[in-house]
């Protein structure tokens, strides 16, 4: 038999789960279940945390149980930052599909959203960390103060553009 569920201990579940939408409840089920709460209380919560800021974007929610109460933070991940600071508008995920976020950031956009994702960063120096978001941009497909974000990748390695100490 297995041991008995500790109710005091603090354990942390890591879903993914759409901005502002209640997910289903049996995807959350299985995980949650175990910890003795009720999957559609916890989607409810899920889509009241994050339906204000990340509504329609893909985000990493972050639970946090202890004595049968679950507390939401929202852990976003680069991709969501780089949409959340194109400021395009909600789209429904159902009807339209392939979207291509061609908008434009500045660099200061994107220094913000490296100082967010630096405690989870693998780089050295916050220029990394810069690139690392560059190459979000990328992978998204817009673009950062009008140019290509490879091309702003080699300016920081040439030395043309200076980083700023976090």
């Avoid at 945390?49 to 149980?65: C, E, H």
Wanted: hydrophobic share 35%; with cysteine; aromatic share 4%.
């Amino acid at each position: 038999m297995p041991p008995k569920f500790d109710a005091s201990a603090v354990t942390e579940v890591f879903i993914r789960a759409t901005g502002g939408e209640v997910g289903a409840a049996s995807s959350l089920a299985p995980k949650i279940g175990p910890l003795g709460l009720s999957p559609k209380k916890i989607g409810d919560d899920i889509a009241k945390a994050t339906v204000k800021d990340w509504k329609g974007l893909r985000v990493t929610v972050k639970l946090t149980v202890q004595n049968r109460q679950a507390k939401v933070s929202v852990v976003p991940s680069a991709g969501a930052l780089v949409i959340r600071a194109l400021k395009e508008p909600v789209r429904d995920r159902k009807k339209e599909k392939n979207i291509l976020h061609d908008g434009n950031l500045s660099l200061d956009d994107v220094y913000e959203i490296a100082r967010e994702m630096r405690p989870r960063s693998c780089a050295k120096f916050f220029s990394g960390t810069v690139k690392e978001i560059l190459g979000t941009c990328f992978s998204v497909g817009c673009t950062v103060n009008r140019k290509h974000p490879s091309e702003i990748q080699k300016m920081i390695d040439d030395g043309e553009i200076v980083c700023p100490d976090e």
